[in-house]
């Protein structure tokens, strides 16, 4: 029988990997948004993203026989469907068309610290010295990418204030979602999560299907790989993640998507970037790394404590309270 703490280090290993799904298929939207976002309001282009989603998850669902979620997750998946994948979505798209995309970025990154103060607050998350160094660290990798990126005159006060109010809804659809995965599997959370966010949206239906006509192929393409891939698919790693961790951590680790982002202009773009941009990136994934990291003592004192146990002939003890609840 596998011992507790190869389980754990196990338990762990996947959902850094869920993680890091995430973060790479959250970057990559940006680049579809930017193709897609010519041909579609950002109204319709939420709704139709939604739809996709909402379509994928509910086949694997039928498959998987997955069920609906109990009555104790539904208040989190409503409140994270309506912020996140409703208000957020919506928000944020019509955020990039007032302002230039380094200033968006530049908003939007104050969404990892909105979740580990909320998170702080109302989820009881501890708030280690290494997770504060690691978010300051990012934040300014994420700062210089957005001036880096920034254009001139490209700025607005509507714009900006969208950009914040998408942080928000980011950050309160987090926290909302964290306690719905104690009782639901992230599957299902994800499921009626973007259910909930589609329904938010259908005011937007007759701009979808009107635009849709005109659309060219690869808009529409792009606005379907954004419902298949950076919603179904990386919302569910996702909360397959942040129901093995803290909020304030899984919200640390999105600090990658800036430099990500850089990296696949580059590649898939030819935006060349310059000395700022990739400085920037690269603290990113460095806060990153940090916030993620446990100290050395941290990990002598387990490793003893665990040995200790083992020569005393005692059960190692769970770690449920470290990794978060299980799901699904």
């Not at 019509?94 to 610290?113: F, K, R």
């Not at 501890?126 to 990418?145: D, I």
């Not at 719905?180 to 259910?195: D, E, I, K, N, Y």
């Amino acid at each position: 029988m596998t011992s507790p703490r190869p389980a754990e280090r196990r338990t762990e290993m996947l959902a850094s990997g869920a993680a890091a799904v995430t973060v790479v298929l959250w970057a990559s939207a940006f680049v579809s948004i930017r193709s897609a976002g010519d041909a579609y309001s950002p109204g319709a282009l939420a709704l139709g993203r939604l739809l996709s989603g909402a379509a994928v998850l509910g086949v694997i669902c039928a498959v998987r026989r997955a069920g609906r979620p109990p009555r104790s997750a539904w208040r989190g998946i409503a409140v994270s469907g309506l912020l996140w994948f409703g208000f957020y979505m919506v928000v944020l798209n019509w955020g990039e068309q007032q302002v230039d995309a380094g200033t968006a970025a530049l908003v939007v990154n104050i969404g990892p610290i909105l979740i580990a103060l909320l998170g702080a607050r109302l989820l009881g998350d501890a708030m280690p010295p290494r997770l504060l160094a690691g978010m300051a660290v990012s934040f300014a990798g994420a700062v210089a990418v957005g001036l880096s990126m920034s254009g001139a005159g490209g700025s607005s006060v509507l714009g900006v204030v969208l950009c914040l109010l998408a942080a928000f809804g980011y950050a309160g659809g987090v926290v909302a979602q964290k306690p719905a995965l104690g009782s639901a599997s992230a599957l299902q959370v994800t499921t009626f999560g973007c259910a909930v966010g589609a329904v938010v949206c259908l005011p937007f239906a007759g701009q979808l299907v009107h635009e849709a006509a005109d659309a060219p192929v690869s808009a529409t393409l792009n606005m379907v790989y954004l419902g298949v891939f950076p919603t179904a698919l990386a919302f569910t790693t996702w909360a397959y993640a942040l129901a093995r961790t803290t909020a304030s951590r899984m919200g640390a680790t999105t600090y990658a998507v800036p430099a990500l982002v850089v990296l696949m202009s580059w590649l898939a773009l030819g935006e060349v970037p310059g000395a700022l941009t990739l400085a920037g990136g690269v603290l990113c994934l460095a806060g990153v790394a940090v916030s993620r990291s446990k100290p050395r003592t941290q990990r002598t004192r387990a490793a003893g404590s665990a040995q200790a146990a083992r020569e005393a002939g005692v059960p190692e003890p769970g770690s449920d309270r470290e990794v978060g609840p299980r799901s699904g």
